[in-house]
């Protein structure tokens, strides 16, 4: 478990607020901000980039949740929130928000630190995915760009493919390029020509 990280927490009781502060000191979390209102979330992100959020709301509408998720950069940290209540349609609001935690029947000082822990690792988890989708894509494309050069090699010079791919080769070791960088020329190249 990491110890130093970044923690905004935003609570608008303040008897609240001091029961998770002590809860994620006693987790070993010290470095951990508080903010009363979520209007000031915007501001307190920017300023500080933390590490992860977590929100705690007795009953958010699905405006309020959305907002939040977008002003806290959901996407790129770890947001937990916990709530008093919900329904089917908080819920899949929650996760299209990106939420990396929604916690109903409200927050108790015992589950805070497995709850944000969970969120942490299932944040991870998630970003290593989209990073592996990612290039996975980019794979394609590029698969499919030098399939396109090897294609316009082959009509141009009526050679096969094997030799397509090694002329494309050639040329960007010749030319201290990547093959999808000449592939892409070519294609581009070719484009214009027509």
Known sequence: ?????????????????????????????????????????????????????????????????????LISNARNRPVAMFVDHSDESMTQAAISAGLSAYVVNGLHKDRIKPVLETAIARFRMIAKMQTELNAAKQALADRKMIDRAKGLLIQARNISEDEAYALLRKTAMDQGRKVIDVATALVTAAELLK
């Open 1 to 69: 478990m990491q110890t130093n990280l970044t923690i905004l927490v935003i609570e608008r009781d303040e008897a609240t607020a001091h029961l998770i502060v002590g809860a994620l000191n006693d987790g070993g979390w010290n470095d951990v901000t508080v903010i009363l209102s979520p209007v000031a979330l915007e501001l307190a992100v920017k300023q500080q980039d933390p590490d992860i959020i977590l929100i705690n709301l007795a009953d958010p509408d699905r405006d309020t949740l959305e907002h939040l998720s």
